[in-house]
């Protein structure tokens, strides 16, 4: 059974720090890309960030460029978000995300392609 389970969510001064986790189970985790979306009330779900199934390539949002730090650690199944001066505009529930990456550097933005998600955990972030 496949199963993507967020951590490390809460609530923070803007200006702060989160660094949130997700434990990746049930499926062979080196042959996915891994992602970060987020989605805030009454608003689309966006992309954060995405990370290759070899941890050589990631992308950001403009938004959280020079912020957030993806990395993944693929002997523990694990992928990580490092969030750092956060803003109250990064107020949202944080999503992970797995995709079947047939190139070792693929990486893609849209949530359509992502197979499976995780039930999400909240940041907020308050000035």
């Known amino acids: 059974q496949v199963q993507l389970g967020e951590s490390g969510g809460g609530s923070v001064q803007a200006g702060g720090s989160l660094r949130l986790s997700c434990a990746a189970s049930g499926f062979t985790f080196t042959i996915y890309s891994m992602a970060w979306f987020r989605q805030a009330p009454g608003k689309e779900r966006e992309f954060v960030a995405a990370?290759?199934?070899?941890?050589?390539?990631?992308y950001y949002a403009d938004s959280v460029k020079g912020r957030f730090t993806i990395s993944r650690d693929n002997a523990k199944n694990t992928v990580s978000l490092q969030m750092n001066s956060l803003k109250p505009e990064d107020t949202a529930v944080y999503y992970c995300?797995?995709?079947?990456?047939?190139?070792?550097?693929?990486?893609?933005?849209?949530?359509?392609?992502?197979?499976?998600w995780g039930q999400g955990t909240q940041v907020t972030v308050s000035s």
């Open positions: 995300a797995s995709r079947v990456s047939l190139g070792a550097l693929s990486i893609t933005p849209h949530a359509y392609e992502y197979l499976h």
């Open positions: 990370i290759s199934r070899t941890g050589g390539n990631t």
